[in-house]
Every structure is written in structure tokens, then in C-alpha cells.
């Protein structure tokens, strides 16, 4: 495997880096690294039918008699960061040489992002050396964002890209789910959310968030603990009381959530709860005040009293906001007392969320984002079920069987492991607004 660590004056690794068209003369050190002699599957070039990833509408847009609206386009992708790729070739052995090399893959991701013109972009596995040399390219044509890497010794990350001309950004935080006073809770994933203010309706902020959670299919409890902890961040930041309403935010929240539509992380985003009881160890959620709710306990007595609620009254840990010297110490007040919050049979939460994607198609055969085994969904957009945000349209997602067509990913069409996800959305005033 020697052979395979990343070098950093490589172009994979954060080297000079130029988006050009494709062309044959990028084979280089390919076929050295992922084998010459792959299936002869992996040099059969596919051919993608043209409905394969099409716009379908899902919501009639409000009448324009209604009242000026705000439609937006959100897109969610895992990239696939080049050095993930690299360490764990074997993966990838059906895959064209020429389709693993990032020079060919990076451009054809940003082609097909801005082809897709989203005017925000949610990305996981975002290589940290490749913000500078590849991800710039995207501020070059009016995008800023915010991108939070991994913990320990990952090398990618998340990020959320948005039009400047479209978005203001109020403020934006960070989720880590290494946490220190939770045995559980000992992975690198992390997740990131911004408040960004639409320019045309400064008085309806919206709340945008993505993570990458977990893949180890085994690891069902690990996976559930952190959208736990996902969910209780985004509970807090959304919230919002003016004196007059309160209430929380329009959300959308996506990711890479590496979770089958029957798992409990999506029975808990669908149903709003979920049975706990086989995925619980020993962690005892008191220790970071994160209630059977995903709410931070600090965030449940604070709105008892009509209060919002700062980051540093909470009791989880985050290298950013925490230094390290207050690492797995909380605020002693909040450690007694409610133990009935936590660590029940049954997880919920009350943000209220519905997926932009119905998972399986009206014959009943399932959508399919990426290949794990077998053509699997495991990404998804959610958004509030609210009266001022409407899903309007989404790019359609093919069902597991069409998904026979694409071979393998990477392929000559699409430059990442998983296929991208995004949703056209309306955003209306309500009568009332902040």
C-alpha cells in the first residue's frame, strides 16, 4: 500500500490543478496504481438514456397573484475525495484507470455541478488540498462557502457553497461527533450549517445543512448517535423567538447519511421517533445533555423560560468553539437532576422534516443514489413540512435497476462514487414574517 500514500506535490494531493476538457493524455501513473488489467467491463464506455437524470416536478409553484416568492436550487453530492480513492484502490478494480484520475474527475465535477446551476451546494468528502487548487474554481463564477473538515487525521470534509448574489450569510457553525464523555460517539464525522438571508426576502432567513455520517454498514447505533447529536445542533440554530413568535427556521438538511430507507436513521428523520432500545451501550447521554429528543438539555430549559440558547451552555464538545483545556467538563448546574430525558428506548424529534425524495418510485422499486453491495439510496435532501417552504421540483433519481446501465462508478459520465441529488425550492413570505 507503500505505493499508494498521498504525495503532497501531487495534483490529487493539492498540486497545480486546471479545469480542462477530457482528453485521452491523462493516463500517466493510472494504470499503476488501479491495475492495467481490470474488467474489460471497466474500458466499455456507457451509454446514459437521456430520461436517466431528468427534472421532475413534484408542487405547483403559488400563484402569482399570491404574493412575490423566492425559488432557489440546492444540490447535495458526494464528491469522492481523491485520497480515499487512492488507499482503498480495490474498491474500484470494475473502474476504468482513466475514470479514477483526478484531473479527469475533477473535471468533469465541476462540469457537472454547473451544468446543474445550483444556486447553493452541499458537498461531503470534500479534500481539504483541493479547497485552494479546485473548489476556488467555484468562487471564480459568484460562489462563497463555508467548509469544515474532519476530525483526528481525515483529510476531507464538508462543505456549503452559495451564489453572493442570491445569499447573505448571517452566521454558520460546525458539528463534531467525536465525543470526548461518550463512548459511543468516538468517530471523525463531522457536519456543518449556515443561516443565509435570501437578498430579495432579508426577512426569511433560512437554515441550510449537511453531513457525511459513518459508513461502516455494521454500525447501525454509531450512525443513529450522530444524527442524535446532528439533529440537537440544528434544533438549536434554527430556533429563533422575536419577542413575538418563535418557532424554527425552513430547514433543509442533507448529506451523505450512508442509510437505507428501512434504517433507524431514517425512520427517525421520517416518523420523527424511533425505537432506540438495540442500538444503546453504556454511553450515558447525560454526560453531553443531549436528551431522547436530540435537544440539548440546556436548549429545553432555556425555552421553558422563552430563552434562546449560546453554544457555550451546551455540554458537547467542539474543538472550534471549546478549548481544548474545558475538554469533557459541562456546566455543573445541568448535570443533576431530569434523568428522565435520557437514554430511553425511544429517540424523536420535533423539527418536522419530509425528504425531498420518495425512495421508491410508484411501481415500488427503490431509487438508487450509489453502489454498496448492491444500488442502494443513502443520500438524501430533507427540508421542513412548513407553509413558507415548497419542494417544487427535484432531479430524478433512477430506480436500482436502471442503475445496471452505469456499469461501475466512477465512470466516463459521472466522476464520483455516488450520484448527485438536488431540489428546486420555493420560499414564500408568510403574513406574519421575522
Known sequence: ???????????????????????????????????????????????????????EPVGKRSDKSAGSSFKFKVMSYNVLAQYLLECHPYLYTDCSPRNLKWKVRAARLYDEINSLAPDIICLQEVQASHLKNFYNKFEEIGYTGIFKQKTGNRKDGCAIYYKQS?????????????QPELPILNRDNIGVMVKLVPRCMPRMPIVVATTHLLYN???????????????????????YNNGKESGHLPIIMTGDLNSTPNSAVI?????????????RDSSDWQRIGVTDNCQHLSVYLDRLQGKTTEFSTTQIYNSEYRPAASEGQSPPALREGHRELFNGNLIGHSLNLVSAYKKYKPDAQCEASTFQDSWVTVDYIYFSCCASLKLLERLRLPTASECEVLDCLPNDVYASDHLALAALFELRPLISSL
Open 1 to 55: 500500500m507503500s505505493e499508494l500514500q498521498p504525495n503532497q506535490k501531487h495534483v490529487s494531493q493539492g498540486g497545480r490543478f486546471l479545469v480542462s476538457p477530457d482528453n485521452n493524455s491523462v493516463n500517466d501513473d493510472c494504470e499503476t496504481k488501479f491495475g492495467a488489467n481490470s474488467s474489460s467491463n471497466a474500458r466499455k464506455r456507457i451509454t446514459v438514456p437521456p430520461d436517466f437524470r431528468v427534472w
Open 166 to 178: 442570491m445569499f447573505e450569510k448571517e452566521e454558520h457553525i460546525s458539528v463534531e461527533f467525536n
Open 217 to 239: 454498514p455494521k454500525r447501525t447505533d454509531v450512525r443513529l448517535a450522530q444524527i442524535q447529536v446532528f439533529l440537537a445542533e440544528l434544533d438549536r440554530f434554527a430556533y
Open 267 to 279: 425512520k427517525l428523520l421520517d416518523k420523527g421517533h424511533v425505537s432506540a432500545s438495540k442500538f
